[in-house]
Nanobody
């Protein structure tokens, strides 16, 4: 199976930017649709963005559209989430996930990383 490890989380002030990375193991990384989800305390896991195997198709949640950008480099087995204009509502644990098909629901993803904390201060 695919193992996913997130990095790049931390503390950032409102209005600032942060770039998350997700490094994958295995030889079949390029076959997967990749997604980012987030979860704040007391809330359900929320879809953020997804990208197809070739990297030419992307879809974003309305709450992050225009501010976040998902991308991937298959040769490096890595997917990224560039986050701009961050606000306090973006504070959450961010998870990287992989699926063999296009999916917007957490239950449809097969593999998950352990998450990285993003905290946005006012």
């Amino acid at each position: 199976q695919v193992q996913l490890v997130e990095s790049g989380g931390g503390l950032v002030q409102a209005g600032g930017s942060l770039r998350l990375s997700c490094a994958a193991s295995g030889r079949t990384f390029s076959s997967y649709y990749m997604g980012w989800f987030r979860q704040a305390p007391g809330k359900e896991r929320e879809f953020v963005a997804t990208i197809n195997w070739s990297g030419d198709s992307r879809y974003y949640a309305d709450s992050v559209k225009g501010r976040f950008t998902i991308s991937r480099e298959n040769a490096k087995k890595t997917v990224y989430l560039q986050m701009n204009s961050l606000n306090a509502e973006d504070t959450a644990v961010y998870y990287c996930a992989a699926s063999l098909s296009y999916a917007l629901r957490a239950g449809e993803y097969n593999y998950w990383g352990q998450g990285t904390q993003v905290t946005v201060s006012s």
